[in-house]
Nanobody, 120 residues
């Protein structure tokens, strides 16, 4: 059974930090590109960060560069998103995604999402 279980979301003040975790099971984790997306009410879902191998530093949206860090631990089948210097505009539901292959042949899995609220 394929599962992506997210944790670590919550309420934080501007300038604070949160660490999101996504625990994966039911597939060969190391062969998948892992990503974090987010979606705020009334806005489209956007890619925040993605990572290929454990040695990859990741790719980031311009809005989070220098503040967020994505990492993965293949031994634990877990991907993380360290979020520092949080801003109110970071408020959104954050989703974990696993992807392998192409549009014509491959697999895509999504987590259920976790709420991050940045407010004073």
């Amino acid at each position: 059974q394929v599962q992506l279980v997210e944790s670590g979301g919550g309420l934080v003040q501007p300038g604070g930090s949160l660490r999101l975790s996504c625990a994966a099971s039911g597939f060969t984790f190391s062969r998948y590109v892992m990503s974090w997306y987010r979606q705020a009410p009334g806005k489209e879902r956007e890619l925040v960060a993605s990572i290929t191998s454990a040695s990859d530093n990741g790719n980031y949206a311009d809005s989070v560069k220098g503040r967020f860090t994505i990492s993965r631990d293949n031994a634990k089948n877990t991907v993380y998103l360290q979020m520092n210097s949080l801003k109110p505009e970071d408020t959104a539901v954050y989703y974990c995604k696993a992807a392998w292959g192409s549009e014509s042949y491959g697999h895509r899995y999504w987590g259920q999402g976790t709420q991050v609220t940045v407010s004073s």
